[in-house]
């Protein structure tokens, strides 16, 4: 999930993976292409330099990433080589532990022959991990994000030069076999990346390769009943864990009467997609959700909080409003954790080694503007506060501001307890901060005059930080 985890040069959070095979690999990112990785949980972080190898983003505010990651994976070609130092032979058949070479995660296998002693045998790696990092008109994958030993090796599954895409990508998702790739860009279109689990090199991998098997279409998504494309910036991709030709597509901006399209063909040649707008009110939708157990539940994060469907392939689906303790805040991201593994301890050299797993399987977490991280439980229900949110929810208050809309100043309405400061932050929709200053309060009611004629016309989050609060609304700018 994008934390905005930030690190030692600041900056706007922006996208962030934490490694499912070991914890402590993580990557995170600030604005404008500034993507590092972590090996021990974020207390430090490699240059840039280090982990991208002169990849940019320089024309986008956000670089999207996903990681795509298996304990299991048929399709992998890594191998790594079994030395037999047991001082005896290991007869066929014999259930054997191995490392991995992704951070030395345990699997086993059963032996294929005999092997005697001091003999080696090379045998498939079945954990395997794939990052994808989605800049300006390109698209790159790594399967080395948790070497640290060295700068990962890049591949291009995805450019303007050799391929159909471009553009500047605001969303990327994969596939459950991580196949198939779908990256959505900010002027509203779709692309798909196919062919992508047997590309192990870069002969296979990078489409300058004249070897490449990666094929690169951009899928049109009408208007319903017309032959218009949608030109609203793409929010969110979904895909269905079950059925990669499931998916579904968010819409942002205000203004439309499309928010929700939706696919059952997403794989063929030219993909059709419906409108599956129902009775949702027309507003941006930033993040969805196809449950893993049961496809036909979607859930959707929008500007005022979650909404969910029990059938999403419904001609007009009926859509809820889950209210909890979140409120009708914006939900930027929704991801629900797809993959278990249990724990596992070793001993190697006398000493004990312990792989946590990963023990949160089915659980949804959903990300929103102002009231902190809520979680489901197993499987869908309403959503529930996270830690201190949940005990606190309190903290997190409406924000009086007017007049709204407004074109050159807000005043923004605040009590304080005691002489003390404010902090006032206005954000685009997509998360960039655009102002931000401290202001003194006094005690009692303060009205505070915040000049916004440098904001264009549209709407914007305000949020103002006093006193341990954290006061959140919308204004509108005409």
Request: proline share 4%; hydrophobic share 35%.
């Amino acid at each position: 999930m994008g934390s905005g985890l930030a690190f030692q040069n600041g900056g706007d959070g922006g996208p962030a993976v934490i490694s499912q095979i070991n914890k402590d690999v993580l990557v995170a990112s600030t604005t404008f292409g500034n993507v590092r990785r972590s090996d021990d949980g974020g207390e430090n972080y490699s240059a840039n330099s280090q982990f991208l190898d002169g990849i940019g983003n320089l024309n986008a505010f956000k670089t999207p990433m996903a990681l795509w990651e298996s304990f299991d994976n048929p399709n992998s070609r890594d191998s790594i080589m079994f030395y037999n130092r047991t001082g005896d032979t290991i007869p066929a058949g014999t259930n054997t532990m191995m490392q991995s070479a992704n951070s030395g995660q345990p699997f086993y296998f059963d032996m294929p022959y005999e092997l005697l002693n001091k003999d080696s045998i090379k045998i498939v790696d079945p954990v395997s991990s794939r990052f994808f990092l989605a800049t300006a008109n390109h698209i790159y994958m790594t399967t080395e994000l948790h070497n640290f030993a060295k700068t990962p090796e890049w591949w291009e599954i995805a450019n303007n030069d050799f391929t159909v895409f471009g553009g500047i990508p605001h969303c990327i998702a994969f596939s459950s076999d991580a196949n198939h790739v779908f990256v959505g860009t900010q002027n509203g279109e779709l692309f798909r990346i196919s062919n992508l689990a047997l590309a192990y090199n870069f002969d296979r991998a990078d489409v300058s390769s004249p070897s490449s098997i990666v094929s690169v279409e951009k899928l049109p998504i009408y208007e319903s009943g017309g032959t218009e494309e949608i030109s609203q910036i793409i929010t969110s991709i979904s895909v269905d864990p079950q059925n990669a030709n499931n998916i579904l597509v968010t819409l942002g901006n205000y203004g439309n009467d499309q928010y929700i399209m939706y696919s059952t063909n997403a794989l063929d040649q030219v993909p059709t997609f419906e409108s599956k707008q129902g009775n949702l009110p027309k507003m941006p939708v930033y993040s969805s959700v196809i449950e893993m157990k049961d496809g036909y539940i979607a859930i959707i994060g929008t500007e005022n909080g979650v909404f969910s469907t029990s059938d999403i392939t419904s001609t007009s689906p009926s859509w809820n409003q889950e209210y909890s303790a979140m409120g009708s805040v914006p939900v930027f991201e929704l991801k629900q954790q797809l993959i278990g593994k249990e724990k596992i301890t070793i001993e190697k050299n006398g000493e004990e080694f312990v792989f946590e797993g990963v023990h949160n399987k089915g659980l949804i977490y959903a990300a929103t503007y102002g009231r902190g991280l809520f979680y489901t439980g197993k499987f869908w229900q309403p959503p529930t506060g996270v830690g201190e949110i949940k005990d606190n929810s309190n903290k997190y208050l409406s924000l009086v501001v007017y007049p709204n809309p407004s074109h050159e100043y807000v005043n923004i309405e605040i009590d304080a307890t005691e002489n003390t400061n404010a902090r006032i932050s206005i954000y685009a929709l997509s998360g960039k901060l655009l102002i931000d200053t401290e202001r003194m309060l006094n005690k009692g009611n303060n009205v505070l005059n915040l000049n916004i004629d440098m904001l264009k016309t549209g709407t914007y989050l305000v949020r103002t930080a006093s006193e341990g609060k954290i006061y959140t609304n919308k204004i509108m700018v005409n």
